[in-house]
């Protein structure tokens, strides 16, 4: 992976309508720091980072299925990353995004490196549950996680191009986005990818890779991904595909949650995505011991127990149907917000 300077920012670059380089980048930095909110001093603390003569940025992964780890992420990784998006979505320099995303989190940093890197007018916010609530602003690309964009649907005409990310949209979301004229794309991605590899538009059922981006399958099935451009190594990860081309698969769901019931493998996320349109309080599927099936299928759901006609299941396959229904008050999620479902059931 070849060096060059971290330093440079694109000319065209306005971070809230301020033309800013390098140096007043680094004022502001301390600013931030020094007087800003914690969403602010974190941002501030990362340029900090990114302008430093280290040739990488330290991570930490969001530890949905296991232990959050601290990794190192190449600079010139994430440029080649940024470069990649800006030629999937055709964005120019002078674009006009929003950034209402936590610079905590590897998503909200590419949006902002994209803006300095790309050239973008950024308006920077605060990281919401709405973040276009009374914005009067207009925007070419935006980037937000499924909640943010449940809470922004009036809202989401002011954006031409939308990337949902951190999590699965829901089918009661995804028909609702449907009627939305703003180009809809869910991604996939992981920290250690450098967010998306991959997106598909919301109204179809296969991902596309970006870019330089090559996929394949391992023994489990699960997929393997080759990025040279973004990491010196292959990354194997924990996530079931079907191959349909050199540049397509379809999500099947995590090795992890697969559930072995009498013989018979189980992926929750595509029994939960039959049931999201019927379940209104949040909910997931999992797998517990069974003496005579291996595992059986257990939902859980959050909130007050409530009483499902057998209606509610009558899109499901017999060994689909759950022989339990959990109530907890509150599921046990990361930082980021996304559910853990085994240390749920503890």
């Known amino acids: 992976m070849n060096n060059q300077n971290y330093n440079t920012v694109h000319p065209n670059f306005k971070w809230n309508g301020i033309s800013l380089d390098r140096?007043?980048?680094?004022?502001?930095a301390h600013d931030l720091i020094k007087e800003g909110d914690d969403f602010e001093r974190i941002t501030g603390e990362f340029l900090l980072k990114w302008f430093n003569k280290k040739s990488f940025i330290t991570v930490t992964t969001s530890g949905t299925t296991g232990f959050p780890k601290k990794i190192n992420l190449?600079?010139?990784a994430m440029i080649n990353s940024a470069?990649?998006?800006a030629e999937f979505f055709d964005l120019k320099p002078g674009n006009r995004v929003l950034n209402c995303l936590s610079t905590n989190y590897i998503a909200g940093k590419m949006m902002l490196i994209r803006s300095m890197i790309l050239g973008f007018e950024m308006d920077f916010v605060t990281p919401t549950s709405n973040p276009l609530k009374g914005n009067r602003n207009h925007y070419d690309f935006v980037a937000m996680v499924p909640m943010q964009v449940q809470k922004s649907i009036l809202e989401l005409s002011k954006v031409k191009k939308l990337i949902v990310g951190g999590t699965k949209i829901s089918e009661t979301l995804r028909n609702q986005l449907l009627e939305v004229p703003t180009q809809i794309f869910e991604t996939y991605g992981m920290t250690e990818t450098i967010t998306h590899i991959a997106v598909k538009k919301i109204e179809e059922k296969s991902f596309s890779v970006l870019p330089n981006v090559k996929i394949a399958t391992d023994e489990r099935g699960?997929?393997?991904l080759a990025a040279p451009r973004i990491s010196d190594t292959k990354i194997v990860t924990n996530d079931v595909v079907e191959l349909l081309s050199e540049t397509q698969f379809l999500l099947l769901g995590r090795i992890d949650n697969v559930i072995n019931s009498g013989g018979i493998k189980l992926f929750p996320e595509q029994i939960e995505a039959k049931l999201s349109d019927k379940i209104k309080q949040r909910f997931f599927v999992i797998g517990i011991p069974d003496e005579k099936l291996g595992e059986q299928v257990l939902i859980v759901i959050e909130?007050?127990?409530v009483v499902f006609d057998d209606l509610v299941f009558q899109d499901l396959e017999l060994y689909e149907k759950p022989k339990t229904i959990r109530f907890v008050p509150k599921f046990i999620e990361t930082e980021?917000?996304?559910v853990k479902r085994k240390k749920t059931l503890l």
């Open 303 to 305: 909130g007050k127990p």
């Open 83 to 85: 470069l990649a998006t």
């Open 336 to 338: 980021s917000g996304k």
């Open 23 to 28: 140096e007043k980048l680094l004022l502001a």
């Open 74 to 76: 190449e600079k010139q």
């Open 222 to 224: 699960c997929l393997v």
